[in-house]
């Protein structure tokens, strides 16, 4: 099973043309970018486990059915009467999206860290807003550390929201302190160019593989022995939005190290060039799908079949 940890909220994206005040009409979705990455893993087919705090309120309950209707198992999931964090979303010319949060006294910020994940957990998946905003980033990063070191596969996706980090030095440095216990280290460019450093130093902190996202351009990896780094390019679509095209990313590199049974930090280090252009080409095509339709709408198993 793969669990995936963070935050669950929903998305109010632009609607088309407001009323007369000049406003944009702007429409729910669900969201948050591990609710997404949940999702994406259960229509791909992978057994996955969302591990969150979500609302009691309406919103609440419309999360958890997109992830029962997923097939995404939700028993770790905690409840609380806070409300659902809203994420205001505003889409470029390109398709590409910015955020503003509405997260004062939500429900997945009073995250708890629970007791160990069920034996039959393969892999930990966590990233986004749920690793910034305490109290319960310190719950998540907690659950990082010590899943890690029970010898959990851990995924991290840092993808910054630059407008909920009051201080970027002291997040780079927890984000350094994190990569002793990652895995594989997925971010986007943007990402990185915001963090400073680079692949290999990442790499030589902890990581066994680091995949960066390229957006149209593509993917590309770099290993800890350097045999496997290699590139893909994206795949050609009229974009809509790219709202949850990064957490499809993550899905699908998961779902696919699992059926190369490669869910360890020594499997990932040891898999072939041609195995890892195999994993980032089904990333970028999973990836294109969801850039295809508006908002966070990752494919099904079938969509990518062939």
Not at 287 to 302: E, I
């Amino acid at each position: 099973m793969i669990v995936v940890a963070g935050e669950a909220l929903i998305d109010l994206v632009p609607g088309g043309p407001g009323g007369d005040d000049g406003l944009p009409a702007l429409l729910p979705r669900l969201g948050g970018g591990p609710y997404n990455t949940a999702v994406a893993l259960g229509r791909l087919g992978a057994k996955a486990a969302f591990c969150s705090r979500v609302s009691a309120d309406g919103f609440g309950e419309a999360l958890l059915g997109g992830l029962r209707t997923a097939g995404v198992d939700v028993s770790l999931v905690q409840r609380g009467p806070e409300p659902t964090t809203l994420a205001v979303a505003a889409v470029g010319a390109d398709g590409s999206a910015g955020y503003g949060f509405y997260a004062g006294g939500t429900a997945d910020r009073l995250f708890e860290l629970p007791g160990p994940l069920p034996d039959t957990t393969r892999a930990l998946c966590l990233g986004t807003c749920s690793l910034v905003l305490e109290p319960g980033a310190s719950a998540y990063e907690a659950l990082l550390r010590r899943e890690s070191g029970r010898g959990v596969f851990t995924l991290l996706d840092p993808n910054i929201r630059p407008g909920l980090i009051p201080d970027a030095p002291a997040y780079r440095a927890r984000f350094r302190s994190w990569l002793p216990y990652v895995s594989l280290l997925k971010l986007s460019a943007e990402d990185a160019a915001w963090l400073g450093g680079s692949p290999r130093e990442w790499l030589a902190a902890g990581p066994s593989a680091v995949v960066v996202t390229h957006g149209a351009q593509g993917l590309s990896v770099h290993t800890r022995d350097g045999d496997a780094t290699c590139a893909v390019p994206g795949e050609s679509v009229e974009v809509v939005d790219t709202i949850g095209a990064g957490d499809t990313v993550n899905a699908a590199l998961l779902h696919r190290l699992s059926e190369y049974g490669a869910l360890s930090g020594e499997e990932v280090a040891a898999l072939p060039e041609p195995a890892w252009r195999a994993i980032l080409a089904y990333a970028a095509r999973a990836a294109a799908v969801t850039c295809s339709r508006g908002g966070a709408q990752p494919p099904y198993a079938a969509e990518l079949a062939g």
